[in-house]
Structure formats: structure tokens, C-alpha cells
């Protein structure tokens, strides 16, 4: 009871001391994991998983959010650019297809910062006459050589930690704009609170890009579902289309088509 096999090794039993010590080991490196991540990391089931995050968070060691777990204090922590690129990555390119779809020849959009959101730019590659205003480097990059894309960067601070500009800079050099989509991902994605980002300045921007757009498109892949951060950046009622894989827990999924978002489910 409470024993799984350990990954790469068919023999050797893992006890749940040790299953618990590497889930401790995933949260601090990812942030915020999902359950289903987890499960699949210790090569165990969800019950399982679901037990021992009740153990951990009964000794004060990790917080339980609906579908997934942090660190205390993981909240308000901002994993960096090459942690959160590790992640779900065969996901991340199946909805940045999927996303990619969205856009027409012709079309003015502004998108935000991600991983997700930088595999998305690069798909739009093929497409002419596009408008993109971004406050993301990696999106400006991804775009750069496409001569027949117009790319306008914000002003800003640079956050290095997401290759990104911040700010109030950022955020005026968004206002008054008027383009068809807005394509934003974010940390964590909850019915209840909408898209959340750990830092305060970045939602700031998410906000401003999400304002400037008829349309909201958020990106974000099953391991960010059920995930809850600091800071609101854009509630669900902003929402017109959710972008995700099918590893995203169900009953969530099911709470925001009730609340009127368009649900486009990519499979890895």
C-alpha cells in the first residue's frame, strides 16, 4: 500500500517518504504542478497523489489548490522562462496549432508573453499582412523574420525572468489601441478567479492587452488549469476562447463553457 515503481527502474519499489520527497522536489522547481503532472512524474496514480499532497499539506509542506499543489509562499513566485519552458511542451505546441487557426491574413493582434504564446508567434510565420503588437521579446524574435508581418514592440522595463516589457510605459503604449484578438496565456487559470500571474507588473500589461482587443484568447495547457497565483489579471467573464489541451480537468473546463467561454481542445 502507498508504493508505485520509480521511473526508469521496474524493480525498485518506491515507499512514500521518497514518492513524497520528489513531489516537494517537482513543486519547488515548477511552481505550481498540476495533479495529473505529478501522477505521471512519480508514475503513480491521482489517488495516490492525491493522498500524499494531503499528507504534505497536513505537515505544513506544500499548499493543495483545486487540481494541483504549490509550494507555501509559491503564490507569488515567477517561475522563469527556462523552467516553465520544460513543461508540457508537446502540449504547448498543439494549442499554439490550434491557436495559430484563430488568426486570418489581415488581421491586427496583440499577444503577451509565454512559452506557449512564442510557439504560437512562430506558426504565424505563414501568414501576410499581419498587425502584432507584443510586449514579449521572444514573440518580436519569433516574428522578426517575416517581412510581411508588421510587429510593433511596447515600451517598458524589462523583465528578464520572462523576457518581457513591464510597466506603466508598457501599459500606456497599449492604451487606445483597437485590434480584432488579444492571445494571452498566464500561470494559473481557475473558474473562479480567471487568469492569475504571480507578479503584479506583468498583470498590469496582461490587463492592457486583453483591454485592447474585441476578442480574448487565452492559452494555456493542462498543467496551468486549476492553478491559482497571486494577482487577477483577466476574470473569466473577459473570456471569449480558451486554448487548451485535452489533459485539462474536465469539471473546470465544464465550469467555464457554463460561463460562456468558447472551448478549442488540442490533442498532443
Known sequence: MGETQAP???????????????????????????????????????????RDLRALEAEGLINRH???????????????????????AGEKAAIADLAASLVEDGDAIVVGPGTTTQEFARRLTR?????????????AQALSGSPRIEVVLTGGTLRGSIHALVGSAAEHSLAGLRVRRAFVSGNGLTAE????????????VDRALAGAAEEVVVLADHTKIGVDT??????VEQFDHLVT??????????????????????HA
Do not use: C, W
Open 8 to 50: 526508469g527502474d521496474g524493480r525498485r519499489p518506491v515507499f512514500a517518504a521518497e514518492r513524497r520527497q520528489r513531489i516537494i522536489e517537482l513543486l519547488r522547481v515548477n511552481g505550481a504542478v498540476s495533479l495529473r503532472e505529478l501522477a505521471q512524474a512519480v508514475r503513480s496514480s491521482e489517488v495516490t497523489v492525491r
Open 66 to 88: 483545486h487540481g494541483g499543489a504549490t509550494l507555501p509562499g509559491e503564490l507569488s513566485r515567477e517561475p522563469t522562462y527556462a523552467q516553465k519552458a520544460q513543461v508540457a
Open 127 to 139: 501568414h501576410t499582412e499581419l498587425a502584432v503588437v507584443t510586449n514579449s521579446l521572444l514573440v
Open 193 to 204: 478567479r480567471g487568469l492569475s500571474t504571480p507578479n503584479m507588473q506583468v498583470a498590469g
Open 230 to 235: 497571486m494577482v487577477q489579471t483577466i476574470a
Open 245 to 266: 489541451d485535452d489533459g485539462a480537468p474536465r469539471d473546470v473546463l465544464d465550469e467555464l463553457s457554463g460561463r460562456g467561454v468558447r472551448l478549442h481542445v488540442a
